[in-house]
């Protein structure tokens, strides 16, 4: 059911913890399935994304894609960390069951949050960026997999 990578991130979690006095830090959730995603980011001055945390209350699938994400954001640009897509994380998964695709959309609303919380926290603009939304649903899955 769940590709070696997903089982690899769930057993074995990169960056899991907090950021005291991060730059930005984001909590997402879905109400149906009860997942929560609290991802943090340490930003440099030249808005590098230095260290990145999270902390993730769900199933398999969750801790997976938060671990996976925090892989892709840290070492990149707030520019860059905007394109990285719920798709981005399943394919650097190598797959997730129909069912489960919802956590990598939490998964890029986490790290759009914690990026709202810095530009809010430092008065600038991010081009794409919105406000993240309270609850994450699977209606928002725009694409098949």
Same mark, same amino acid.
């Given at each position: 059911?769940y590709?070696d ?8 979690p990169?960056n899991?913890?907090?950021i005291e006095n991060?730059?930005?830090m ?8 009860g997942?929560i995603?609290r991802?943090?980011l340490d930003? %440099?001055e030249?808005?590098i994304i230095?260290?990145v ?6 199933c398999?699938a969750?801790?997976a894609?938060?671990s996976m994400?925090t892989?892709?954001v ?6 860059e960390?905007?394109?990285?897509t719920?798709q981005?994380?399943c394919?650097?998964?190598d ?9 990598s959309?939490l998964?890029?609303?986490?790290i ?5 919380d810095y530009?809010?926290?430092n008065?600038i603009?991010i %081009?794409?960026l919105?406000?993240p939304?309270?609850d ?8 098949e997999y």
């Amino acid at each position: 059911m769940y590709t070696d990578k997903v089982m690899d991130h769930f057993e074995h979690p990169r960056n899991v913890g907090e950021i005291e006095n991060a730059s930005g830090m984001g909590t997402v959730g879905n109400a149906k399935c009860g997942d929560i995603m609290r991802m943090y980011l340490d930003i %440099d001055e030249n808005q590098i994304i230095q260290d990145v945390k999270f902390k993730t209350f769900g199933c398999g699938a969750a801790v997976a894609t938060s671990s996976m994400a925090t892989e892709l954001v840290k070492g990149k640009t707030v520019k860059e960390a905007m394109e990285i897509t719920n798709q981005a994380v399943c394919e650097a998964l190598d797959g997730l069951p129909p069912v489960k695709i919802h956590c990598s959309l939490l998964a890029e609303e986490a790290i759009h949050a914690a990026l709202w919380d810095y530009a809010n926290k430092n008065g600038i603009m991010i %081009d794409g960026l919105k406000k993240p939304k309270s609850d994450i649903g699977e209606e928002e899955v725009e694409e098949e997999y």
